[in-house]
């Protein structure tokens, strides 16, 4: 049944009239109705044939996807603006946001035809295919006419829920980082404080051998000390060899 249901609503994609493209060039709508459907569960390929999963979502506090097909002049105008969001959040990664744009295999939208625009575009952020997911989130914005309008743009959290949902292209790279820039801060504050781990001076999540010696060289002089809180190990107010040496016991496995 599944299978079926999927490929009636592939089908409905297919016979879309190409007009419904143009139809939201200049106009942006906001969508509700796929506004909390949680997506983590899809299952598709990029454009070289590698498995992708919702799993992905679940490494960054915001993912943006856009939905898009190589005939689409919408769709295409908006490709800079996409690479210039991945660009932008690319060089600061800390602040865990992720471009994903999603081909529509429809009305000779191929991934053939998809390469050379997006080459042309210097685009070179994660590209995936359609899937059924993906169509479900598509047919649940059809109008009366059963017409689904693209280029569409979604706002997804880390457990994989739409929150945000606009149909029609973005007039302006401003207008696009400004959207998400809006919703990663709401996001943000979402999520809970990244527990602090005592002695993991290098911040990467893991107490080794190298906090040791980065601390051992904060209690020589020869490091600046940046959070007291994170490597003042015993909690005697200040950095010392003895907090290095705990350190290091710990990364041994003896504490």
């Known amino acids: ?25 200049g106009e942006q709508t906001r969508d509700n109705t ?4 949680n997506i983590s569960g899809f299952s598709t390929t990029d454009f070289d ?11 960054n506090t915001l993912t943006v996807i856009n939905f898009w097909a190589t005939w689409c002049g919408p769709c295409r105008a908006e490709i800079p603006y996409f690479q210039q969001l991945h660009e932008t959040y690319s060089a600061t990664p800390e602040n865990d946001v992720m471009v994903l744009g ?3 295999l429809v009305n000779g939208s191929t991934v053939a035809g998809a390469r050379p625009i997006l080459a042309n ?9 359609q899937c059924d997911t993906f169509i479900d989130v598509l ?13 569409q743009t979604i706002i997804v959290d880390r457990s994989g829920v739409i929150r945000d949902h606009v149909i029609g292209g973005f007039p302006s790279y401003a207008s696009l980082e400004q959207w998400v820039a809006e919703w990663l801060e709401i996001l943000s504050e979402e999520e809970p404080p990244t527990p602090v781990l005592v002695g993991d001076a290098n911040g990467d999540g ?10 051992m060289r904060m209690a020589m002089g020869l490091v600046d000390v940046e959070d007291i809180a994170l490597v003042d190990v015993d909690g005697n107010g200040s950095v010392d060899i003895s907090d290095a040496i705990k350190v290091l016991r710990i990364a041994m496995g003896i504490e």
């Open 139 to 151: 047919m649940a914005t059809a109008d009366d006419d059963g017409a689904v309008y693209i280029p």
């Open 49 to 59: 044939g590698n498995p992708v999963t919702g799993q992905i979502l679940s490494q």
């Open 102 to 104: 999603a081909l529509l």
């Open 34 to 37: 796929a506004i909390g459907m």
């Open 206 to 215: 893991v107490i080794d051998v190298s906090d040791a010696l980065t601390i």
């Open 1 to 25: 049944m599944k299978k079926l249901l999927s490929l009636m609503l592939a089908v409905m994609l297919i016979v879309l009239p190409l007009s419904a493209a143009s139809a939201k060039t």
């Open 121 to 129: 575009a210097g685009a070179d952020y994660p590209e995936v295919v």
